[in-house]
């Protein structure tokens, strides 16, 4: 037992340790792929395959501990999801912000004075149009914080289809897929809601990046330098800390606190968005996120969907509610019912 002052190991970080120890059989042993279940071999009595991280007995071990964790006082919360709204207001409000071309140079005190003022000019037109696609791309591709960051020039290539562009993105790495086999991303065009437009976001962050006289060659997304200077060194990647003060940074402006967000935020909301906005099939949100399909271990998917974090979209007596107010109008069908 432990007194009420002792900090406790949370729920995620043990499903950290469970999961460097899946990665570990993978990587080192072999052992199957980072989803397969752990069983004896049919064919050869006494032979086992698979990850011994999805055993029966590990998977039973990690339910009841969760239960047993809830149960003594200690909450899993995740971070709280990004929805379509805030996704608007950022990019509303990196948009609109006004081209300098001018080197601004700040003192460290200066810098310190605005990023704690309401209004605190922290970071300029090049750097928002950068973070701006990076927002995009981790939304629309459920990409982890460490995977979009690590997005290089040689992954993206465009392509036509009818004279549409499209955006493909090939990932060689992705947490879920240790041994290969990873399925590109087929990024369309969305001019009804330019907030969600991958294409589009790219393309701005291209272009800005030409203008600075930049080869495209390494990390898309790089670190800054001074106010508004993004680095010239194709291997100067941007950090996930310097990432998160960036966001944060960009929710004060639109009103958000920052605490509950996280670097998994643009993940778990698009999850949300693809299943209860587009109305995706779980199978489909799955599929597209690179996550497993089989109908024994859906808590992958599904601690990404609900979280005691997230606000209800819905209000109880308004379930069936035949008056109740209806959704934004389809682009394509103009329906607005909640069944569309």
Known sequence: MKGPEVARVTYSYVQKMRAAASHFFVRVYKLGGATEEWSEDPRRPGRWRGNPCMS???????????????????????????????????????????????????????????????LGLWAGYKLRTMIQALYIVSFICLLRYDEALRIQFNHIELAYDEDEPVVILRLPFRKTHQTGGILPFYLWRNPEKPWLCPVT???????????????????????????????????????????MTIFRCNLFEIGKDPRPFGTHSFRRGGCQYLAMVRRWHIRDVCLWGGWSTRSDNPSTVWKYLSSIV??????????????RLGTAPCTH?????HCA
């Open 56 to 118: 029966q007995t590990v998977v039973q071990y990690m339910a009841s501990l969760k239960r047993r964790m809830t149960r003594n006082g200690a909450e899993v919360i995740s971070a709280q999801a990004i929805d379509e709204s805030m996704l608007k207001k950022l990019y509303e409000q990196n948009k609109n912000y006004p081209i300098e071309d001018d080197l601004i140079t700040k003192t460290r005190k200066r810098k310190a004075d605005e990023l704690d003022s309401e």
């Open 201 to 243: 976001a790219i393309a701005k962050w291209y272009a800005l990046f030409n203008h600075m006289n930049y080869e495209p060659r390494g990390y898309v997304f790089r670190s800054r330098s001074g106010y508004d200077q993004i680095a010239s060194s194709p291997t100067d990647g941007l950090s996930s800390a310097a990432f």
């Open 310 to 323: 997230d606000t209800p979209n819905v209000q109880r007596q308004d379930f069936f509610n035949p008056y």
């Open 333 to 337: 069908c103009r329906r607005t019912c």
